[in-house]
């Protein structure tokens, strides 16, 4: 686990690399051809400011890539176009910023695949469960066209796609018994988002699904008006969910990014050289909030054996039976919000990128 997420740090470190290089080169070459002679030069005089809202601690995966992002910008703008990060929701629920964006009254949020939903049901495609086994495989396809596609459809909607921020694969606490079947969820009272899909999935599993909002999550389970929940790794620690669960299921059975989403209209009044390096720091900041998941998941997990939670790993055999109960359910689901076509397309360019990596 541990080599295997090592050879995934090293390759993604490689990839920003890669981009720092090719970003500097054209920052350089950017008034001109190939030597940056011959052009008119693009007035960059005005200074700009973009406000950034996250529901996610300043220590979470994703907002420390929203760091890296802000210090790229800032640095490649000559500080032309200022950063500012509001973390831990100070800036309101992701549905709320969401808002804010899609009306202009703020620049970026970065909101989990539900609020965007509700724009665009181009997204519910990413709620099929059990649709990747690895990070590797998410990130090849969202790296892909089929992530773009999707980033590029919010247009229709005022706002535009930067890039898909790491939240992680989606695992399972209960404080009864951990999961190591199907049979296990049964009759449980689990907390999901208030996702249709979501849902969808554990009632097939035989769960009893309640969304309750992540804000009060921890006083939903410390007063077992929920006895389990669903969210990925760094939430558990992150929301210390540890003191009111005894067991981690590692279930793996959905792959959570957060869409980092800018207003059309802002991203547009940006010089088209700052639209540039504003589209590599958020491809940067993305690559640097998968490093650090990938690299805190085995800490994490370590420490919270330390706290007391007993971990378990869904066996290969249980989890295609899961697979086999409650992806059809969610394809049905969600080909009647977005038609059987969108869906199948989707499958198949899945299974067109995935085969790419086979030999991998």
Not at 204 to 212: D, Q, S, W
Not at 289 to 300: G, H, Q, T
């Amino acid at each position: 686990m541990k080599m295997k997420k090592m050879r995934l740090l090293i390759t993604g470190l490689l990839a920003v690399s890669m981009i720092a290089t090719m970003a500097g080169c054209k920052r350089t070459n950017s008034s001109g051809g190939a030597n940056g002679e011959g052009a008119v030069e693009e007035d960059v005089s005005g200074s700009y400011t973009i406000r950034i809202a996250c529901e996610n601690s300043e220590t979470y995966p994703s907002t420390l890539g929203l760091q890296v992002m802000k210090e790229y910008i800032e640095k490649q703008t000559d500080g032309n176009v200022k950063v500012n990060i509001y973390a831990g929701g100070q800036m309101g629920g992701e549905e709320e910023t969401l808002e804010q964006v899609a009306q202009g009254s703020l620049e970026m949020a970065v909101a989990s695949f539900a609020p965007v939903v509700s724009y665009d049901s181009e997204f519910e495609v990413l709620d099929i469960p059990f649709v990747y086994n690895s990070y590797q495989e998410a990130w090849m396809v969202l790296d892909s066209h089929v992530g773009t596609d999707l980033l590029d459809s919010l247009q229709d909607y005022g706002m535009i796609g930067m890039a898909f921020m790491e939240n992680g694969f989606r695992q399972v606490t209960t404080n009864s018994s951990p999961v190591e079947s199907a049979a296990d969820l049964k009759g449980v009272k689990i907390r999901t988002m208030q996702n249709n899909n979501h849902m969808a999935a554990f009632s097939a599993l035989g769960a009893n699904p309640t969304p309750v909002s992540f804000s009060e999550l921890y006083m939903a389970l410390s007063q077992n008006t929920v006895d389990a929940q669903e969210n990925p790794i760094a939430n558990v620690t992150d929301k210390k969910l540890y003191e009111v669960q005894k067991y981690l299921s590692i279930t793996n059975h959905i792959y959570d990014a957060m869409p980092l989403i800018c207003n059309l209209d802002f991203f547009e009044s940006l010089p088209g050289k700052y639209q540039g390096i504003v589209k590599t720091g958020a491809v940067l900041g993305m690559e640097y909030s998968r490093f650090c998941n990938a690299e805190r998941e085995d800490l994490i997990l370590e420490e919270l054996e330390g706290y007391g939670m007993q971990i378990n790993e869904v066996e290969a055999g249980a989890r295609d039976e899961m697979k086999e109960t409650a992806q059809p359910v969610v394809i049905e689901d969600v080909s009647s919000d977005i038609g059987q076509d969108k869906v199948d397309q989707y499958l198949k360019d899945v299974e067109d990128v995935l085969n790419q990596i086979k030999d991998y």
